[in-house]
Structure formats: structure tokens, C-alpha cells
């Protein structure tokens, strides 16, 4: 990770590299600790996000939240970008009428008899 810290007035900096961190996975970490925080996100430069982290107590605990929710989220966006053919494929398929229909519901009553 890129991050560079510094606590200075319960205020909390961070860096991150825009070649590793979507905008998204800063901004949907930092909703999920809106109960906790205040997080204001910056561009500083062509390179790197900063992420201001505001609370009464910063301490080592609501920095690992947030840098770990911070991963949890760019891999959602890493997965997103990967594979959203895929999963628009399987969405499309699982609503497609079905005329078969009948069958299929007769054949899950018929093994759902035969468990009991």
C-alpha cells in the first residue's frame, strides 16, 4: 500500500496511489464509517487521492477500519471491472422467460416427495 500517515490535531492523513485505489473504493469506505468519522477526499496531484480523516479519537483502530474497508471496496471495483460482462450474462439468463416452466416445477415437487 501507498498510504502515508501523520496524526496531527485528530486529524488523520492518508495517500493513496491512483494506480492502486479507485475514487469509488475511498468514497464507499469512507461511508461506511460515516458513524465514526469524517472523511474529506482530495486530489492532490496526477499521482495520488488524499483522504483527510477527522474524529474525537483517531486511533490506530479507526485507521485499520478504514484502510481495510478500503480494500474490501477496490476489490469490488476490481471484480466490477473485470468480470461485469459475465455477470450482466447470468443476469440476462436468470430473467429470460422460461417456456418450460411446468416441467421444472413438477420435477422439483416430484424430488421434494420422494425426500419426505
Same mark, same amino acid.
Given at each position: 500500500m501507498d498510504e502515508t500517515m501523520c496524526l496531527k490535531n485528530k486529524v488523520l492523513k492518508l495517500k493513496f496511489d491512483k494506480k492502486l485505489h479507485d475514487i469509488r473504493a475511498l468514497r464507499n469506505a469512507a461511508y461506511d464509517l460515516s458513524n465514526e468519522m469524517s472523511c474529506h477526499l482530495s486530489d492532490i496531484d496526477d499521482?495520488?487521492?488524499?483522504? $483527510? *480523516?477527522?474524529?474525537? /479519537? *483517531?486511533? =490506530? /483502530?479507526? $485507521? *485499520?477500519?478504514?484502510l481495510n474497508? #478500503?480494500?474490501?471496496h477496490q476489490i469490488r471495483v476490481d471484480l466490477c471491472l473485470e468480470f461485469n460482462s459475465i455477470r450482466e450474462m447470468i443476469v440476462a439468463?436468470?430473467?429470460?422467460?422460461? /417456456?418450460?416452466? =411446468? $416441467? *421444472? #416445477?413438477? #420435477? +422439483? +415437487?416430484?424430488?421434494?416427495?420422494n425426500e419426505i
Open positions: 499521482r495520488y487521492y488524499g483522504a $483527510e *480523516i477527522v474524529c474525537c /479519537d *483517531i486511533n =490506530k /483502530d479507526i $485507521e *485499520i477500519k478504514y474497508s #478500503v480494500n474490501d439468463q436468470a430473467f429470460e422467460p422460461c /417456456d418450460n416452466m =411446468k $416441467e *421444472i #416445477v413438477g #420435477v +422439483l +415437487l416430484n424430488d421434494a416427495a
